[in-house]
């Protein structure tokens, strides 16, 4: 099974700020790799799918980069709305998510 | 618009058995795979198995093979994820899925998702 490893578990940033969120593979899953945003007691919603592309309705600050076994989730300006939890996941062999990594306001 | 509708919370004893719903609209049933994610408490996200509609075709995470069982009705765009043998440590929510298809080909991660089932199981 390929294990997905998400850092930092937790960030603390303030509106404004930019910040990156880290995403690797334990083998390589080519570019096949979504990114999902979480807000509590709701199901996860769909940001970027193949590494970079942004699903529609999704605000441009949001960007994804990376293939092979890396890959970063980008905010370029937080906003109050982004602080959530946000999981990567890989869908090269069968499906497997990262354990998730919590922005929360400093 | 497309959605995805889960049936209510579920409280069960230890070794009891559970049927979830996930009732689609907004878009052709059979097109599309469903799959079943769940998260336990405070965890992450889970992948369980897919079916596809229009065949009633399945696949499960190795994992979880044995355990679970999908099926769908294509009357009433539905469709379910059957637990048996509960265990304390499958409290979770159960989501289902929508696979992601654009020009004809289908990807599976997931664009719309239900509202999410808690399963509780305790004694």
């Known amino acids: 099974d390929i294990q997905m490893t998400q850092s930092p578990s937790t960030l603390s940033a303030s509106v404004g700020d930019r910040v990156t969120i880290t995403c690797r593979a334990s083998?390589?899953?080519?570019?096949?790799l979504a990114w999902y945003q979480q807000k509590p007691g709701k199901a996860p919603n769909l940001l970027i799918y193949?590494?970079?592309y942004l699903e529609t309705g999704v605000p441009s600050r949001f960007s994804g980069r990376g293939s092979g076994t890396e890959f970063t989730l980008t905010i370029s300006s937080l906003q109050p709305d982004d602080f959530a939890t946000y999981f990567c996941?890989?869908?090269?062999?069968?499906?497997?998510f990262g354990q998730g990594t919590k922005l929360e306001i400093k | 618009q497309v959605q995805l509708v889960q049936s209510g919370a579920e409280v069960k004893k230890p070794g009891a058995s559970v049927k979830v719903s996930c009732r689609t609209s907004?878009?052709?049933?059979?097109?599309?795979?469903i799959h079943w994610v769940r998260q336990a408490p405070g965890q992450g996200l889970v992948w369980l198995g897919w079916?596809?509609?229009?065949?009633?075709?399945?696949d499960y995470a190795l994992q979880f093979q044995g355990w679970v069982t999908l099926t769908s009705d294509t009357s009433i765009n539905t469709a379910y994820i059957d637990l048996n043998r509960l265990r304390s440590d499958d409290t979770a929510v159960y989501y289902c899925?929508?696979?992601?298809?654009?020009?004809?080909?289908?990807?599976?991660?997931?664009?719309?998702w239900g509202q999410g089932t808690p399963v509780i199981v305790s004694s």
């Open positions: 899925a929508r696979e992601y298809c654009s020009g004809g080909n289908c990807y599976y991660f997931f664009d719309y």
């Open positions: 907004g878009y052709t049933f059979t097109d599309f795979y």
């Open positions: 079916i596809d509609p229009k065949t009633g075709h399945t």
């Open positions: 083998q390589t899953i080519g570019n096949w």
């Open positions: 193949k590494a970079s």
């Open positions: 996941q890989q869908y090269n062999t069968t499906y497997s």
